[in-house]
């Protein structure tokens, strides 16, 4: 994974944080999934709510 990808995956990491789960909802979601999947779902659930921040993120 690259630096940049890291760094995307931990901010979407914090939104799912700041906004949806706790840390024990993060931990049981992520048990056995394919880091890209979440990546992918979580980028899809939280694009309503963030969808400036997203969009601030990807340098849009």
């Given at each position: 994974?690259?630096?940049?990808?890291?760094?995307?995956?931990?901010?979407?990491?914090?939104?799912?944080?700041?906004?949806?789960?706790?840390?024990?909802?993060?931990?049981?979601?992520?048990?056995?999934?394919?880091?890209?999947f979440v990546f992918?779902?979580?980028?899809?659930?939280?694009?309503?709510?963030?969808?400036?921040?997203?969009?601030?993120?990807?340098?849009?």
């Amino acid at each position: 994974m690259s630096k940049d990808s890291m760094w995307l995956w931990m901010k979407f990491l914090e939104i799912l944080r700041l906004n949806f789960l706790d840390e024990k909802q993060l931990a049981y979601l992520f048990k056995g999934v394919d880091p890209f999947f979440v990546f992918l779902g979580s980028s899809v659930l939280s694009m309503k709510s963030n969808s400036s921040y997203i969009a601030e993120l990807c340098g849009k």
